[in-house]
């Protein structure tokens, strides 16, 4: 069974940054590609970053030059590195193991970002 544990999130002001983390269970860790997800209230739940094996990582246009995901490998952890905060990405962000289709998520971490 896959295990997703988010951390780091918070309220901050709009051009701060915050660092989520998301410990995976060792056995997925290395096996799926991991991303991370956000949800706004009355939004659809929506792609931000992924993170192959591989290092290979790819980002939703909207967080292009301000997010980083990457993964580590010595703790079983991928980190979502997120500068410039602005107020519309406030949401709940989730860690994803294998793909949507997967079913393999975390609780969710809430990152409010005031104006």
């Known amino acids: 069974q896959v295990q997703l544990v988010e951390s780091g999130g918070g309220l901050v002001q709009a051009g701060d940054s915050l660092r989520l983390s998301c410990a995976v269970s060792?056995?997925?860790?290395?096996?799926?590609?991991l991303g991370w997800y956000r949800q706004a209230p009355g939004n659809e739940r929506e792609f931000v970053a992924r993170v192959w094996s591989s290092g290979y990582s790819n980002y939703a246009d909207f967080v292009k030059g301000r997010f980083t995901i990457s993964r580590d490998y010595a703790n079983n952890t991928v980190y979502l590195q997120m500068n410039s905060l602005k107020p519309e990405d406030t949401a709940i962000y989730y860690c994803n193991a294998g793909g949507v289709g997967s079913g393999a998520w975390g609780q969710g971490t809430q990152v409010t970002v005031s104006s």
């Open positions: 060792e056995g997925a860790f290395s096996r799926y590609h």
